[in-house]
């Protein structure tokens, strides 16, 4: 995916991400719900660029597009305080390459050089590009919502059932 649809993918990733979290129920609640749209947006956007900073300098696609990078901004906000939500415009980002475009990634550089991609996709120049983005965007909304919704509760019915309650 190009700049364009990695930022396309990161701003509308951060409207559903922000909606999910802070729901605008009232009139009155609108200012939070975009308030927290705003805070997760800023670094997932961030995040989403990142990757592509090896056109710069290394290989593309291979020296910041790997699971060791994901992992490092994943723990970096345990270490560090800071760049909680970088790591998810990061993996984002990794989807987008991975789903929406025809290369793929190198997911375990530098200790395979292996791309690995779905087997559709389309090419960055493509003008299908941002519709590709779009419709991956949505099924990542989908999935956060899933993860922030559900499973709470899937987890809360098994420690029910766990205590006899």
């Excluded at 099924?139 to 098994?158: D, K, M």
């Amino acid at each position: 995916m190009n700049k364009k649809g990695h930022v396309l993918n990161a701003v509308l990733l951060s409207v559903g991400l922000g909606y999910l979290l802070e729901p605008a129920t009232e009139l009155t609640d609108v200012l939070v719900t975009l308030e927290t749209m705003v805070m997760i947006g800023v670094p997932v956007t961030l995040g989403a660029l990142f990757p592509d900073v090896d056109t710069a300098f290394g290989k593309h696609r291979k020296t910041l597009h790997n699971l060791p990078v994901l992992a490092a901004f994943f723990f970096f906000p345990a270490a560090f305080g800071n760049l909680e939500y970088v790591w998810i415009g990061i993996l984002t980002h990794y989807v987008l390459d991975v789903a929406g475009s025809r290369r793929g990634i190198a997911l375990f550089y530098p200790l395979s050089s292996t791309e690995y991609g779905l087997p559709f996709g389309v090419t960055v120049s493509s003008s299908r590009a941002t519709i590709v983005t779009v419709l991956v965007t949505i099924v990542e909304v989908a999935l956060a919502a899933v993860v922030i919704l559900e499973v709470p509760q899937w987890g809360l019915e098994v420690g029910r059932q766990a205590m006899g309650i």
